[in-house]
């Protein structure tokens, strides 16, 4: 028995924002840094999707524009239906409430000058939710659901630690009972150790509370861990939309390809044939015609210059913004690097390393 597909939280349709620079405060004068240039996706309710792509790629100016922290150069965000880039200022608060953020920077994101306490309640009381005590006990219930406890409720940010500041964003954002929750690289500036945890509580948060989660990362790791389906940016763009196993097992776009080749291995012999990109990102300012790609692209063709793809879902709900790739399999792969040169004591701690995983792996049970 099939069951139903789940009904869209968001629908992105050919949304952009160009940023206006310091000579083209005027429109239509100067040039304009093209961040995020028609975008369209959509996330469904339940799921957690993930936007991942290089430094500078668009993808925190496009969670900002889903939640219209900004507001867009053009597009629409609908969000149960209704476009929230139409509609006026002082018509989003009802929807503030349901729509939320946990920031990267779990200190830069919290006032200082705030207990827990004021920091928690404050997004209730700006939506005059509940009285004073039902407040302060939601509160209280928040802390436990990060794994704090009451205690922690009148001291200030600075006495805590980046995992433990990062709960209190996490517990910030769900205070107001949203649905979406969009967290911007929400692990990314905490220690590894800590980070298995917070991406833990995510996980579960989202089971018991019916999330929606949007991830912003570069880590493929966290990605492909957490995530149903994974969008893959560049330069502004969306070049790949596709299930998490789908993306992993077989990327179909070039820069996909690239991504997926540059995540390290514990052994640098394990992967002769990995595939580096070559020069740099193009500037937004003045982004190449045709496929945005085309100019890092070791597949590249006449056509890619001049022509930028679509992207279309396939029969297997696989989106990829690429002319040739059904045929990029059959075409010659890029030249392997170069291996890097291993030292004397490298080869020799890792002599040493083989030679104890043997011993271990012979050794008798006990």
């Not at 476009?83 to 919290?110: H, Y």
């Not at 949007?214 to 893959?232: E, K, N, Q, Y």
Request: proline share 7%; glycine share 6%.
């Amino acid at each position: 028995m099939q069951t139903a597909p789940a009904e869209n939280i968001l629908e992105i349709e050919n949304l952009t924002k160009h940023f206006a620079t310091s000579k083209s405060l005027l429109p239509g004068s100067g040039r304009s840094v093209k961040a995020v240039d028609g975008v369209s996706f959509t996330v469904r309710k339940g799921e957690t999707l993930a936007i991942v792509g290089e430094s500078g790629c668009g993808k925190s100016t496009l969670a900002r524009l889903v939640l219209r922290l900004i507001d867009p150069t053009g597009g629409t965000v609908r969000f149960h239906g209704q476009d929230i880039a139409a509609i006026p200022e002082r018509s989003m608060r009802p929807l503030r409430a349901r729509m939320q953020m946990i920031f990267q920077d779990p200190f830069a994101s919290l006032n200082p000058r705030m207990t827990v306490a004021e920091i928690l309640t404050e997004p209730m009381q700006v939506h005059k939710l509940g009285t004073r005590a039902q407040r302060r006990e939601r509160m209280i219930e928040l802390l436990e659901l990060v794994g704090l406890t009451a205690r922690h409720a009148d001291r200030y940010p600075h006495e805590f630690s980046g995992g433990q500041r990062q709960r209190i964003g996490i517990a910030r954002a769900l205070a107001a009972g949203p649905e979406l929750v969009i967290g911007d690289e929400p692990v990314s500036a905490l220690d590894v150790s800590v980070q298995a945890q917070v991406i833990n509580l995510l996980e579960d948060l989202k089971q018991r509370l019916g999330l929606t989660l949007v991830i912003i990362s570069h880590d493929l790791a966290v990605v492909r861990h957490m995530s149903d389906r994974v969008g893959v940016m560049y330069l502004g763009k969306m070049v790949e939309l596709a299930d998490t196993q789908a993306l992993f097992s077989s990327p179909r776009h070039p820069y996909t390809r690239a991504l997926m080749s540059a995540v390290p291995l514990p052994d640098p012999e394990a992967r002769p044939d990995r595939q580096l990109l070559e020069g740099d990102v193009p500037s937004p300012l003045n982004p190449p015609s045709g496929c945005r790609f085309h100019t890092r692209c070791p597949y590249v063709r006449d056509r890619c210059r001049t022509e930028e793809p679509v992207m279309g879902a396939n029969d297997d709900d696989h989106g990829v913004a690429c002319h040739f790739w059904r045929e990029i399999d059959a075409l010659p792969r890029p030249a392997a690097a170069a291996a890097r040169p291993i030292s004397e004591a490298y080869a020799r701690r890792r002599a040493l390393y083989m030679e104890r995983r043997a011993l271990q792996e012979d050794a008798p049970a006990l």
